[in-house]
């Protein structure tokens, strides 16, 4: 890796006595980590049965490291089940700063890959309302795939500017995190490409978009409402400068103290311009200071002195009739143990099962719109891959178990029928009881509805 001279020059000047060691860390191995999901197995379950050499991430409860140079959890069972999420460590700690809670009205406001959304949608346990916002189509169709993948149920994908959403959204969130586009130099021994766009313009590009899209976040975050800003770069210019902007342009939001665990950091209160002491309530994470990548969090709170204006937003509503959901119904009764309940939502004969507290999000452009439970074709319902990895080997009256010390679920994986000697139609696929997909049963043959989009050939 050769990093930037000018980076290097930059790096020196601020760390002084610790650029030596910060340097030494960037040259390390990257640190590998995952995040389990915690509606899906317990912490202690997944130790006791992980096949993975695996030691704790103090600073989130649910993350381990683990060693890439023996194990590739991506290629395990495990993965496409949605029983984890492949997670940087430090990018695990904004959403735990902004502690998002069931029931409440969340946005992500710059979420691909989905790593944050997911750990959002499993912190609010699938109660309230997240919506997961991508401006890039490419990224938001990544976006959407790892949402499905973990069986997120209460996240609606959006595929728009921050502008066009804080049109729409006039103080509804109750919480924002804003995970904003940056130079990457946090992730300069992870991602090399990082390296080769870097330059001192394009951090101050970052630090003018960072800008903006907090103007668009402020206007969407209700009074009383908390929002987390983070990046994955050192840069002052995008992290202490930003956020010293923010609170100066908008006295109304204030920096909240937050917990600091063993490692991470104050704010840098000499890096700012006008010397503001609160920003040492910001945290710095550094991997020369913390088994991670480097990361900057700060979270602020937007006091409740401003008038709280009418909104025009309008809710969705339960208008299908019975008649509508027909073959839907028929499949629900024949293969699921209990009824799903809710407002139902169908686009270009796709079912939607909404969120609760779903708003009309009007011409706004939604990729997915809460739980996709499947497609209605003639006189049939097809259930979705989305609606597999949501349920629990219970929801079901139907199950064909496989296991993941054994071949079998690699020929599932491939697209490969199976013989099974059975007759029973709709059948949920698992592996060790995780829910990894569909097929249906028809004299003794089960028919592979794997996605073909995600199949792999081993």
Excluded at 66 to 80: I, L, Q, S, V
Excluded at 432 to 446: A, R, S, V, Y
């Amino acid at each position: 890796m050769t990093l930037p001279k000018p980076f290097i020059t930059k790096m020196a000047l601020l760390l002084q006595s610790e650029s030596e060691s910060f340097f030494k860390a960037l040259k390390e191995p990257k640190v590998s980590g995952l995040r389990i999901h915690p509606l899906k197995i317990s912490k202690e379950s997944f130790i006791n049965n992980s096949p993975f050499d695996l030691s704790p991430i103090l600073f989130y409860e649910h993350g381990f490291y683990y060693n890439a140079k023996k194990d590739e959890p991506g290629k395990h069972p495990y993965h496409h089940a949605g029983v984890y999420y492949i997670q940087e460590p430090s990018a695990m700690v904004p959403v735990k700063i902004l502690q998002p809670q069931p029931g409440q009205l969340v946005l992500d406001l710059c979420a691909a890959p989905g790593g944050k959304s997911t750990q959002l949608a499993l912190m609010m346990k699938n109660e309230g309302l997240l919506v997961s916002n991508e401006i890039h189509p490419k990224r938001a169709k990544i976006l959407a795939e790892n949402i499905e993948r973990l069986g997120v149920r209460n996240c609606v994908v959006t595929n728009e500017t921050p502008e066009r959403l804080a049109d729409h959204f006039p103080q509804f969130f109750d919480k924002i995190l804003v995970d904003a586009p940056c130079s990457g130099e946090g992730m300069f021994r992870k991602d090399e490409e990082a390296i080769k766009y870097w330059s001192e313009e394009h951090v101050l590009r970052c630090a003018r978009t960072q800008k903006e899209i907090l103007k668009s976040a402020y206007k969407m975050l209700r009074p009383g409402g908390e929002l987390v800003y983070s990046t994955c770069t050192f840069s002052p210019e995008e992290n202490e400068q930003v956020i010293e902007w923010f609170v100066e342009n908008f006295p109304n939001m204030s920096l909240m103290e937050v917990p600091k665990d063993a490692g991470m950091e104050d704010g840098r209160v000499d890096w700012t311009l006008n010397q503001r002491k609160e920003m040492k309530k910001c945290i710095r994470l550094w991997p020369h200071k913390i088994k991670g990548e480097g990361h900057f969090v700060a979270k602020l709170k937007k006091e409740n002195d401003e008038e709280i204006k009418i909104s025009n937003i309008k809710y969705e509503k339960n208008i299908m009739k019975q008649r509508d959901l027909t073959d839907f119904l028929s499949f629900e009764k024949q293969v699921l143990t209990k009824p799903l309940r809710g407002t139902f939502s169908i686009q270009k004969q796709q079912l939607f099962l909404l969120p609760e507290h779903s708003p009309d999000f009007g011409s706004l452009k939604v990729i997915r719109k809460g739980l996709h439970l499947g497609q209605f074709k003639k006189n049939r319902f097809e259930p979705s891959h989305h609606l597999a990895l949501s349920l629990s080997a219970s929801d079901v009256k139907h199950v064909y178990e496989m296991s993941s010390t054994e071949q079998e679920w690699k020929k599932y994986i491939r697209g490969e029928t199976m013989a099974t000697g059975k007759d029973r139609g709709w059948v949920l696929l698992t592996v060790d009881q995780f829910p990894i997909g569909w097929g249906k049963e028809t004299k003794g043959i089960l028919k592979n509805f794997y996605p073909k989009g995600l199949r792999i050939h081993f």
